[in-house]
């Protein structure tokens, strides 16, 4: 590995806290809940301590969803919910998945990281090779994250404990789907890899 770098996607209330409108992210009565967004913050404090660069990708809308295409029951979904505003406490980051100072933050309104945002762009200013990512929901964003990133040559991590999705069929699920293009590893591993 030359240079990895972290992606850190989605980690924000809409999506991750109970009071979010979105549920393919966790349901609201997942019992993994804590589990996994307490590893995803152990995750990001380690890519800290390991000096490894971190991008925050955010998910958020224009409030009259006036930029994006309605072309998905997932997109009609969070239409029909008045979710992702821009503007509204639903994209703010989760209490504990903030950014710190000099971390890149980078909004997007897909589900690849590298449609339609400049994260290629940064990712090539880095230097980038090796991707870490996890996320939620491991089914849409990380997924679909995870095949882009290898179709144009990045080599992947899936940080599977700190990723979650509707239900632990689906997160597994995807994990299968993603296991012949990516190393899918604990936060422990990740971060033990790094050292």
């Known amino acids: 590995m030359n240079r990895p770098v972290y992606l850190a996607l989605h980690y924000q209330n809409e999506n991750c806290h109970p009071d979010g409108r979105i549920r393919v992210g966790i349901a609201a009565d997942a019992p993994w809940r804590e589990e996994r967004m307490g590893n995803a913050r152990r995750l990001i404090a380690g890519m800290r301590a390991a000096g490894a660069p971190i991008i925050h990708v955010r998910l958020a809308v224009d409030p009259d ?12 979904g969070w239409v029909e919910a ?4 821009e503007g509204t406490w639903g994209v ?3 209490e504990g998945c903030e950014p710190a100072e000099g971390e890149l933050v980078v909004t997007h309104t897909r589900n690849s990281v590298f ?4 994260v290629p762009d940064a990712l ?4 980038a090779d090796h991707l870490f990512i996890s996320g939620v929901s491991t089914a849409y964003v990380v997924e679909g994250s995870v095949r882009h990133a290898t179709d144009i040559g990045y080599e992947c991590t899936v940080v599977a404990d700190a990723c979650a999705t509707a ?13 012949p293009l990516a190393r899918i590893m604990t936060v422990d591993e990740a971060l033990a890899s790094l050292a």
């Open 82 to 85: 008045g979710a992702w505003k």
């Open 65 to 76: 969803y006036r930029d994006v295409t309605v072309n998905t029951d997932l997109i009609r």
């Open 115 to 118: 449609h339609g945002c400049s």
């Open 167 to 179: 239900t632990d069929e689906q997160h597994e699920a995807a994990l299968r789907a993603m296991t």
């Open 92 to 94: 703010e980051f989760l």
């Open 124 to 127: 090539r200013a880095l230097g």
